[in-house]
Nanobody, 123 residues
Framework: VQLVESGGGSVRTGGSLRLSCAAS????????WGWFRQAPGKEREWVAL????????DYAASVKGRFTISAHNTNNTVFLQMGSLKPEDTGTYYC??????????????????WGQGTQVTVS
């Protein structure tokens, strides 16, 4: 299983970015996918969750209303549309997949598959 993120970059405060996560070797149907991020010197934190093939989504309070997660079931791809970006959104963003359920409190440990990360810098 391989997850490949793309779409990171550097933007000004208030700008937008769209991250993509494409999976190979994994269909992911009905499993939970998510985006996490890690800033330098801080622990990894969850950002958004989506159930592939379903309608469930959830967001961390810090990004709710600004970020939108979506999933393309046919292509096994998950997106994170980020808007009104702030400097505190800076970090490495990781795609995760394969969790048997979506639960914000479950954290990263329930996800068996991870991407390599893509850097987002907001200044």
């Amino acid at each position: 299983v391989q997850l490949v993120e793309s779409g990171g970059g550097s933007v000004r405060t208030g700008g937008s970015l769209r991250l993509s996560c494409a999976a190979s070797g994994y269909t992911g149907s009905n499993s939970c996918w998510g985006w996490f991020r890690q800033a330098p010197g801080k622990e990894r934190e969850w950002v958004a969750l989506v159930r592939m093939g379903g309608v469930y989504t959830d967001y961390a309070a810090s990004v709710k209303g600004r970020f939108t997660i979506s999933a393309h079931n046919t292509n096994n791809t998950v997106f994170l549309q980020m808007g009104s970006l702030k400097p505190e959104d800076t970090g490495t963003y990781y795609c995760a997949a394969g969790a048997p359920y979506c639960a914000a409190g479950a954290g990263a440990r329930i996800f068996p598959y991870w991407g390599q990360g893509t850097q987002v810098t907001v200044s």
